[in-house]
């Protein structure tokens, strides 16, 4: 692969971020169910009920998203 694009820091930077957010968030939701099932004792269908809903997360990262140029900007990532 030719290191055209991974040349580019603000590229390599989102890539990072990227990887650590996603990364993050699956562990978050991975280590939930698992204590709801394990110490808690609830059933596979009762730790899905009892986990947050995850799409009102949506808003809050669409704010990100459209406020990111601007920051870029100002930091010149």
């Given at each position: 692969?030719?290191?055209?694009?991974?040349?580019?820091?603000?590229?390599?930077c989102?890539?990072?971020?990227?990887?650590?957010?996603?990364?993050?968030?699956?562990?978050?939701?991975?280590?939930?169910?698992?204590?709801?099932?394990?110490?808690l004792?609830?059933?596979?269908?009762?730790?899905?009920?009892?986990?947050?809903?995850?799409?009102?997360?949506?808003?809050?990262m669409?704010?990100r998203?459209?406020?990111?140029?601007?920051?870029?900007r100002?930091?010149?990532?």
């Open positions: 692969m030719a290191p055209g694009p991974l040349v580019n820091r603000g590229y390599t989102g890539i990072v971020v990227a990887l650590v957010f996603f990364a993050s968030f699956t562990g978050l939701v991975l280590v939930l169910s698992l204590f709801l099932q394990g110490p004792g609830l059933s596979p269908q009762g730790a899905g009920y009892a986990s947050p809903p995850w799409p009102p997360v949506r808003p809050s669409t704010k998203r459209a406020t990111g140029p601007s920051v870029t100002r930091f010149g990532l």
